[in-house]
């Protein structure tokens, strides 16, 4: 798979405490970087005021999957890539990981949210939140 | 969902650094509790004189998919039920997690791992690993 | 030095995810097995029913130190003592941790707490709270 | 405490899975913080080919002391500043980190690191880091 030429990126540098016995970063981690990169979207796209902690909603995960391809180590920098689609309720982020360390994926993935209350409730989605996911869509489908 | 009859369980206290800003367990703890089962059932069949550290063999995941049902809370018991099955190479582990808290399932989720040596490259299960997981199946799938 | 005789204990055996790229246990684990170890403790003595999540009184750590002084493997068996004394508005905690590998200790710590509100204010002890830690004492000194 | 003028400084976002149940990033991520800033720190003074993974020598955390001021939040932006000094072969750093949120320190520390070989014993610095850390010292004391 070649890198996205269409989708937000965000950089990370695998931390020491990321790794593990194995000398590779911890799969668990993963949905780390896909999470941060997802807030760093949601910054982006100035849709941060809609959520916790600038209001009483998050988007909790209900559902990932994971895909891991090659190893990453200490002191390699990620570049992982995402694009997202709404689909009624839930809001669907594909993610794939890639290192400077090989020309492929290290990693892909994709998690499903939904927007909670502070009860764990489901609840709408605020207008201008849907309407700016109105016009996204996963130009390819990287999983 | 019902609690499984037949089936490998390993129960677990939710510890305070596992819960994030939302007061309950982050998701990708959940990865976590299935490593930590996983790992205790090698050891319950003594299969963990074939891996690491007691040889140079680490079944490393490369595939996994989780669902969450409902939070776990600081505090909570969990119990993690777990089931296994070979095709081929790889190794799948399914597993639902209950809490004392409810009478439903709070995850489910999924693992594939594959044997790889020191230099992360796939290798051959032991025959003797290969003879026990050939008797294994899922019963039931939680998915 | 020696196992201590008189000190409340927790087990907890080390999970792979808690290793690093060093193939020891990452050193801000310690801190993690100190407030499992806490909790524990809290809870076998009944002062849960003061602390979150049973009522909005949170023991904050203010201050912690930590000396490593052998290594911890994937799969050891650690035994965690701790003992406790007031000092005013502040509880100290010193802990030892002993693993089966090895007759000495891995590590020893301190951490201090203050108990505060959902403000993050510090407040008082509740009087049960604070008649209970009134006869608790450091019988020796670990560090 | 007002920030040092002459310090090296690393920049880091609180990311959600640093938060707790409390709100605020839990207290074992600060000597994660600090081991990031160390490590951008080596990368920065071209010490990294004199460390794992390119050579055999890792720094381990022998000691470590952590004072907490204020909570961080997710969101907020951390900045820490660390010093170093050498003592013997101790390579002693402290720190103290900053937020955007508030004008003084959310948390101050030190960690005492030595050489250790894969055999996880103390090893001699090589001669380039012994030139280079012995112009080192802490212009001040933050703790």
Sequence with gaps: MKRPEKAYC???AVQYYETDAMGVVHHSN???YFEQARVE???DKKLDSFHYPHCDIHWAVIESQLFHLRPAYFGDYLQTYLQVKREKLKICFQYVTFSNRFEEAVAKGLTVLVPVNSDKQITR???PVKDY???LKWTETWL
């Design 133 to 135: 996911l109105e016009n």
């Design 30 to 32: 993963y949905l780390r």
């Design 10 to 12: 965000l950089n990370h």
């Design 125 to 127: 989605l605020q207008k």
């Design 41 to 43: 979207w949601i910054r």
